[in-house]
């Protein structure tokens, strides 16, 4: 199916984790190697409290038009989706000079010198490809936004950054969704989740 996760009923809470893939090996001696894959990606699971059927009915019907793991959607999640800056409201934050494929940092256009824009921990994505990334400093002005991971693909000048609402790219995390229903229809339901691009 593709399209947009329901966004009612909400979510109870969002166990999130930050899966950065890394090949090691330990010598004899015990020295270890590490190789980095120069990419993270999110997984995470989003638990609703207990509704009845007919409430829940949107988010199973969603489910299962899903096939499994076989289509994408978008989902944002409740604070995590947020920057913690609050004061910007909806301004147009664009980069400024192209970025390449490899690259960790943006230099960014937009943001008036000395006001504050985002910080560690917040979410980002580049208009121009579906991939998420987090901050991993303050962003101080005049200086470049940095954050994990590595470009997926190229930012050209002038990209919009999202800040707000940021929409991960996500797959089911298995082929088999379940949910309990209890006394008075009862729905109990948490998913697992996983970020493609």
Known sequence: MSGTFPSSPGFQAVNFKINTPTLTSETLSGKKRRV????????????????????????????AAQYGQLDN??????????SKNTTLGSISVVTSGAK?????????????????????GD???FANHSKVYMVTADWVSGQPLYFSGSLVSAVPSG???????????????GDVQEYEVGFGGITTLQLDMREVW
């Open 36 to 63: 980095g894959m120069g990419h993270s990606y999110y997984t995470f699971t989003v638990k609703f409290p207990n509704q009845t059927a007919y409430n829940m009915g949107p988010v199973l019907g969603f489910v």
């Open 73 to 82: 959607f978008s989902i944002v999640l409740p604070e995590i989706s947020y």
């Open 100 to 120: 390449a494929i490899g690259d960790n940092s943006v230099n960014v256009s937009g943001i008036a010198p000395g006001d504050q824009f985002l910080f560690a």
């Open 123 to 125: 979410f980002i994505k």
């Open 159 to 173: 990209t919009q950054i999202i800040f707000n609402a940021v929409p991960f790219n996500v797959i089911l995390d």
